[in-house]
């Protein structure tokens, strides 16, 4: 069954310093995708990036960055000097594209980021 | 364009009356998708639907809870009766899955619909 862990319920950080955000994912697919968004406090859900398990390359958007590796089953998101408007809660999700249930869109338990300036 | 539209937005209600809340995709999206958010559970998928069918119900958590989607712009999810327990946020969520192959796109999560049972 699909699975996602992120091991960090929570994680403060001072303003400009880099942060990471560990997510692990368990799927029995090879086929599958890989999600990240965010959760402001106004408690809206932002879309930030979608990998599909064939490319392992790292992405880069402006301060965040991705690092994808199946051989840990990791999905790992990096904020690279961090803005107070960075702080949310972040979820990693996964969803299998191999069986019946396709399009399944399992969230992780998601990591709380606080900035402080 | 509009994005995914729930309402209401906030409803309060006592146990043991029913509570509909209501979805509107985003106009040529194919999937639709319920979740729950709390603090306890996190976000749950309940239910999902591709072309108004519905693909998978597990995560429905027992017969009090039901959900509809009689064309491909509007849904409903229906508690009846409504218990404390079910308070929490839902969120409905749009996608657009193409063609034959199995992609599944970006999730549009509307604002959530806050439902409180007294």
């Known amino acids: 069954a699909q699975k996602v862990t992120q091991a960090q319920t929570e994680i403060s950080v001072v303003e400009k310093e880099d942060v990471t955000l560990d997510c692990v994912y368990e799927?029995?697919?090879?086929?599958?995708?890989l999600f990240w968004y965010k959760q402001p406090p106004s408690g809206e859900l932002v879309f930030l990036i979608r990998?599909?398990?064939?490319?392992?390359q790292n992405e880069i958007s402006g301060r965040y960055s991705w690092n994808f590796q199946k051989s840990t089953s990791s999905f790992n998101f990096t904020i690279t000097a961090s803005q107070v408007v960075d702080s949310a809660v972040y979820f990693c999700?996964?969803?299998?594209?191999?069986?019946?249930?396709?399009?399944?869109?399992?969230f992780g338990p998601g990591t709380s980021l606080s900035v402080i300036p | 364009d509009a994005g995914v539209i729930q309402s209401p937005r906030h409803e309060v209600t006592e146990m043991g009356q029913e509570v509909t809340l209501r979805c509107k995709p985003i106009?040529?999206?194919?999937?639709l998708f319920w979740y729950r958010q709390t603090m306890m559970r996190g976000l749950e998928l309940l239910i999902y639907?591709?072309?108004?069918?519905?693909?998978?119900d597990s995560g429905m958590p027992e017969d009090r809870f039901s959900a509809k989607m009689p064309n491909a712009s509007f849904s409903t999810l229906k508690i009846q009766p409504s218990e404390p327990r079910d308070s929490a946020v839902y969120f409905c969520?749009?996608?657009?899955?193409?063609?034959?192959?199995?992609?599944?796109?970006?999730?549009?999560f509307g604002e959530g619909s806050r439902l409180t049972v007294l």
């Open positions: 999700a996964l969803s299998e594209a191999e069986r019946a249930s396709y399009d399944k869109v399992i």
């Open positions: 106009s040529g999206h194919n999937s």
């Open positions: 969520a749009s996608s657009l899955r193409s063609g034959t192959t199995s992609s599944t796109g970006e999730l549009f």
């Open positions: 990998r599909n398990s064939f490319d392992e």
């Open positions: 799927t029995r697919d090879t086929t599958y995708y």
């Open positions: 639907f591709n072309n108004n069918v519905p693909i998978d």
